[in-house]
């Protein structure tokens, strides 16, 4: 079930601080990109530095040329090293964005991390690769940097998860992290994308609890729904959005309870509870 409006926002962004992670390549980069062609202030945070630069060089031949020598047209990129499988990294790339501005308009996170090829993998930090980089990493992140997006006057959080999260019936928080809970790289990535959903829900039902303006929305990734979600959507939060229409969550993703304990349990994986 669907509902909502086609995209049709006028989506200049001038003078807008915008935080975009997950944006090496593919829909991130072109999300970043599009929002920096608008006129936002976009502090990209990247995988690799090199990745993205020569990523960057490639997509934006033309647009260089074009807004050369014209102060009054692009905005502002900024890159900082971000691995979202590193929560030192993100510790440390999410230090340097509150140094460098004094809010966020919005943060936009486009992980989309398959995992490994070859099975089971943990990270440095001791958790299963994918659980990591698409929803420990994400969490850590986005509550980071909750107090930049508080001082906005209207904070959005956008989180890319993917259709195929419905294939997954639930997150079981005793294994979700152990060599017993892994079937194969695509079952994990799917638990991985129904964690975006839960996480979303959950924290827009704590954010809205306490009195928060910050609104936060996850969607089937594409970059018009990112831009959408970050820029124009009002009076949502804790939704699922696919072609920039609001669609209804799996009945796993719509357990209040799990939410709640997904939450819970998240905060203390990443060492903030």
Known sequence: VMVGGPFTVDLSKKGKVIAVAGCDSGVGLETALELYRRGAQVHMLCDSFEAAIAAMNEQMKEDLKKVQGNPDDPGLIALYQCKLSSFQLIRSSAANVMKAVSHIDALIVSNMD???????????????????????GPVLLTELLLPLLE?????????AT???YAESPKVDLTTIDTVM???NSQDAYAKSKLANVMYTRELARRLKQKGSKVAINCL?????????????????????????KRAEESESARDDDACK?????????????
């Open 114 to 136: 398959p995992g490994p090829n070859g099975g089971f993998t943990r990270t440095e930090d001791g958790h299963e690769t994918t659980w990591q980089a698409n929803h420990l």
């Open 151 to 159: 001082k906005s006057k209207e904070g959005r959080v956008v989180i």
């Open 162 to 164: 993917s259709k195929i």
């Open 181 to 183: 809970g892994y079937k």
């Open 220 to 244: 089937d990734q594409d970059e018009k729904t990112s831009l959408y979600l970050a820029a124009e959507v009002k009076g949502v939060s804790g939704g699922y959005f696919v072609e920039c």
């Open 261 to 273: 304990n997904l939450y819970d349990y998240s905060l203390k994986a990443v060492g903030l509870a």
